[in-house]
């Protein structure tokens, strides 16, 4: 049902120009006050996309990577690469820290575009 929801908040029409694209409050709304999409994105549960990549990929750059092509289907640039080993090394929490990441992609402006 999580993803129903999901999809038909961010579903567009793929021919439209992509300066035509542009987030919606509905968006803004379903990636603030959704229980379930919060659970989905929860690196603490292991039935999770983020809990599983966090045992899988012991390595935080190969996560951060993976991260990126899963929410914005490109790699990782190395600017981005540090951001998010920064982020993690001063966070001292490695799943917190990927589910911060993990939110700061899906609520990129580039993540509606590839949406």
């Known amino acids: 049902m999580p993803r129903v929801i999901f999809n038909q908040t961010f579903g567009y029409d793929p021919g439209l120009p992509r300066d035509e694209i542009s987030g919606s409050i509905p968006q803004a709304l379903l990636l603030m006050n959704s229980q379930p999409l919060a659970l989905?994105?929860?690196g603490d549960r292991r039935g999770t996309l983020l809990?599983?990549?966090l045992v899988e990929l012991p390595d935080d750059?190969?996560?951060?990577?993976e991260?990126?092509?899963?929410?914005l289907a490109r790699h990782a640039t190395p600017a981005e690469i540090a951001v998010c080993l920064d982020h993690v090394?001063?966070?001292?929490?490695?799943?917190?820290?990927?589910?911060d990441i993990f939110w700061a992609?899906?609520?990129?402006a580039e993540?509606?575009?590839?949406?």
């Not at 993540?111 to 949406?115: G, Q």
């Open 89 to 99: 090394r001063d966070s001292g929490d490695r799943a917190a820290a990927f589910e």
């Open 40 to 42: 989905a994105m929860d």
């Open 67 to 71: 991260l990126h092509l899963r929410t």
């Open 51 to 53: 809990g599983r990549l």
């Open 61 to 65: 750059r190969e996560l951060a990577d």
């Open 111 to 115: 993540f509606i575009h590839r949406n």
């Open 105 to 108: 992609l899906v609520n990129s």
